[in-house]
């Protein structure tokens, strides 16, 4: 029987070796990410966000911080923020007429325009709804924003900013999603408040 200890160290030691593993690729994308953002958000558009399980619930947290705020340090207006996985009754609606495949997909074509942010996250790549939920935003001519593990996005092309996390470990990417939005939260916040 492995240690608990050892869980623990072990646990720390892979967090911290990935999040200095891949600081420059993440600094591109947390600034051209951010640029992004911000030009949306003064052209008077908004940002949709999708995922599942774990990442659903990431989601709805990066949207909860840009709707409400970040830290209590700095009180702004709110920006236009939708996680589109908070609807049930749209969520079964989707699932039960078009397929699981499609839960995400249809609300961009019912909310998402031109000028706005689709981001996307899906620690394997893989996930369908998510993938239709880019080629939706592709054809709605929304920017598209991911976070994925380490092997991307399933189909590459239709991801405009993509930041992929070198490990194949669930949690570990998750964790570093989360510190990726948060750190994205606050220099859009940079941009438009000072």
Not at 43 to 72: C, P, T, W, Y
Not at 90 to 109: C, H, K, M, P, W
Not at 170 to 191: A, C, D, G, N
Request: proline fraction near 2%; hydrophobic fraction near 45%; aromatic fraction near 6%.
């Amino acid at each position: 029987m492995t240690d608990r200890k050892d869980i623990i160290a072990l646990a720390v030691r892979d967090a911290v070796a990935l999040r200095t593993a891949y600081t420059q690729h993440r600094e591109e994308w947390l600034l051209a990410a951010s640029d992004r953002l911000a030009d949306a958000f003064r052209k008077g558009n908004k940002v949709l966000i999708a995922g599942n399980g774990g990442s659903a619930a990431d989601s709805q947290h990066f949207a909860a911080e840009l709707i409400v705020r970040l830290s209590s340090q700095l009180d702004r207006q709110a920006l236009p923020a939708i996680a589109l996985t908070v609807d049930t009754s749209v969520l079964t609606a989707a699932t039960n007429d078009y397929g699981f495949q499609r839960i995400f997909s249809r609300q961009i074509e019912a909310l998402g325009k031109a000028g706005d942010v689709f981001i996307g996250l899906s620690t394997s790549g893989k996930s369908e709804n998510i993938i239709e939920a880019f080629r939706a935003a592709q054809v709605k001519s929304l920017t598209t924003v991911g976070l994925f593990g380490e092997k991307g996005l399933q189909e590459p092309s239709l991801c405009d900013l993509p930041l992929s996390v070198p490990s194949d470990a669930t949690m570990r990417i998750q964790e570093e999603h989360i510190f990726s939005l948060h750190l994205l939260v606050q220099l859009t916040e940079s941009l438009l408040f000072g």
